[in-house]
């Protein structure tokens, strides 16, 4: 089974972060972004992934290999003269795939169980769907964010935000579909939206785009820094508040970040002015705390920390040394 990772975006809205670092390999929990997807996409069976570049190709050529179990595939589709958005990606990779693929966006911080995407995968294949889009039923959904308008008999009748479609459903998109060969029938050469500029015309054509809805699955925005500190808090409070362990999280932690350690910093190393908070700790070389973290500590294998001023959420990525400096704003601190 074969997958085509999306990776080639500029991640702007997480400057000055993405200036050096790809925004698939900024770390979300000390886990790559990208390890959340591809995370998935091993579980389902997937062999071989096909990612696209722009941004950093040279980072992401360096850094991804090292990601990958020894046995996955890797093809490289290079997009670095143009960005050919999520559309135009299929359109310079449609010799590879002649079977049922996924498609997966390489930023989305999407959790959940294997067992449904095995099923949707089975059912895709077996009606021969063009299209087969995962959709998570979620509070807001649709109000000031795009999402999935789906009609009835789980049928696409729209991609948009506040639209009023009688009939219709709002559901968030994760970032994960599955597609039929057949699609690269609607997929015009060079740049296009995979969604205006493909999916709705193929349904206009007379093909029906399916929505399968997954209340077993979590998604966060994390795009910004605003989002991205929200989405670490969630992801805190799933893996450490009344001991109710997130398996999905622990699994990608097992998977990508085996020796870090989740729990109460004073329960963890004990002495801390915090012994409450939570934290969520890879190998550290040095650590030295003395002032107060209201709400979680993240960090990285190798960081080197010393703080001295009170701060509310703190995240440090591999190999990173931080420095406690009177003139950085200490309210929320993501330090790679």
């Known amino acids: 089974m ?21 925004k698939p390999l900024i770390p979300l929990l000390n886990i790559p972004m990208i390890g959340y997807p591809l995370h998935l996409l091993e579980q389902v ?55 049922h693929f996924w498609v997966a966006n390489a930023d989305s911080f999407v959790v959940g169980p294997q067992r449904p995407l095995e099923a949707i995968y089975k059912a895709h294949k077996a009606q021969d769907r063009l299209v087969t889009l995962i959709g998570l039923p979620m509070f807001g959904a649709g109000q000031g964010r795009s999402a999935l308008w789906v009609g009835p008999e789980k049928g696409l009748a729209a991609v948009g935000t506040d639209l009023d479609i009688p009939g219709t459903t709002p559901l968030q998109y994760p970032g994960l579909m599955v597609l039929s060969p057949r699609i690269f029938d609607f997929v015009p050469d060079g740049p ?45 409070n799933q893996l450490i508040v009344g001991g109710a362990f997130h398996p999905q999280l622990v699994a990608l932690l097992n998977r990508f970040a085996p020796m870090s350690r989740f729990g109460k910093l004073g329960d963890l190393i004990p002495g801390t002015p915090s012994p409450n ?20 500590l993240v960090l990285g294998s190798g960081a080197r920390i010393s703080l001295k001023q009170d701060v509310e959420r703190l995240v440090l990525g591999s190999e990173t040394i931080w420095t406690d400096r009177p003139e950085v704003s200490q309210q929320n601190l993501l330090v790679l």
């Open 192 to 236: 296009s939206r995979l969604f205006q500029d493909i999916l709705i015309p193929a349904i206009e054509s007379g093909e029906k785009v399916f929505v399968e809805s997954l209340s077993s699955f979590s998604w966060m925005e994390s795009g910004n820094p605003d989002d991205y500190f929200k989405a670490t808090g969630w992801g805190m």
């Open 277 to 296: 908070t939570f934290c969520l700790i890879d190998q550290f070389k040095e650590l030295d705390l003395q002032a107060n973290i209201s709400q979680y």
């Open 2 to 22: 074969k997958a085509l990772i999306l990776a080639a975006g500029l991640g702007t809205r997480l400057k000055p972060y993405t200036d050096t670092c790809p």
């Open 45 to 99: 069976g997937v062999t071989d992934i096909t990612v696209n570049l722009h941004h950093l190709p040279e980072v992401m050529k360096s850094e991804l290999p090292k990601l990958l179990k020894p046995d996955m595939g890797l093809t490289w589709s290079d997009e670095t003269d143009q960005i050919l958005d999520s559309g135009g990606a299929l359109s310079k990779v449609k010799d590879q795939f002649d079977d």
